[in-house]
């Protein structure tokens, strides 16, 4: 046992040491995609979606390829149509991503494209005017939710960054009851964010 602490207490040291970590914040649209037996829905817009979060740069050997775990908070969701007026549904997701990075130079500014995949977990649930179930029964959100992840931008020398970036959920975020057959609703996101390098280092 003491072994094991002992070495993840190494591990971390070692991640702190040789990586860069960036706060970073994205605004961005958000929408589901949904298929109801079998028929896709195409009533779903774009809603404004916001996210906070911070990252590690871990460089690899060559310092232009780099991993990037993270963990941020923001927002997925959709708008539709609802009679006369219209529904947002807006889900408040804490997610933990893991892209892999390439810059076109190793140090400087450059730049730069990403890959990856995430988890999120489900922290609340609402529209306007009320709020959703999570996990409670028929119809309600689940709170897990996973996807892919792919981005490109500009990283400069002085420790902002700029990038696009385009989120694919590929989890059925919906408990449907059942019998319900060849059903689902999953999220999808493209966004903006703009970053500051802390812990600034050449790597």
Known sequence: MMRKLLLAAMLTVTTFAFSQGEL????????????????????HKGTVSGKLGFTFWIPFQDAR??????????????????????T????????????FVYKIKPIGSTFFFSAGGYYGYLASAETQDAELKI????????????GVNAGAGYFFDNGIT?????????????NYPSGVNDSHLKNSNIGFSIGYILFKKRI
């Open 24 to 43: 970073f914040g994205t605004v961005g649209i958000t929408k589901f995609s949904e298929k109801d037996n079998g028929q896709k829905f195409d009533g």
């Open 65 to 86: 390829f780099s991993i990037n775990p993270g963990i941020t908070y923001g927002n997925m969701g959709t708008k539709f149509k609802d009679g006369d007026g219209s």
């Open 88 to 99: 947002t549904v807006t889900l408040g997701y804490v997610s933990v991503p893991v892209d």
């Open 135 to 146: 996990n409670d029964g028929d119809y309600s959100y689940k709170t897990s939710d996973y």
């Open 162 to 174: 700029l990038r696009l970036t385009y989120t694919q959920g590929l989890a059925d975020i919906m």
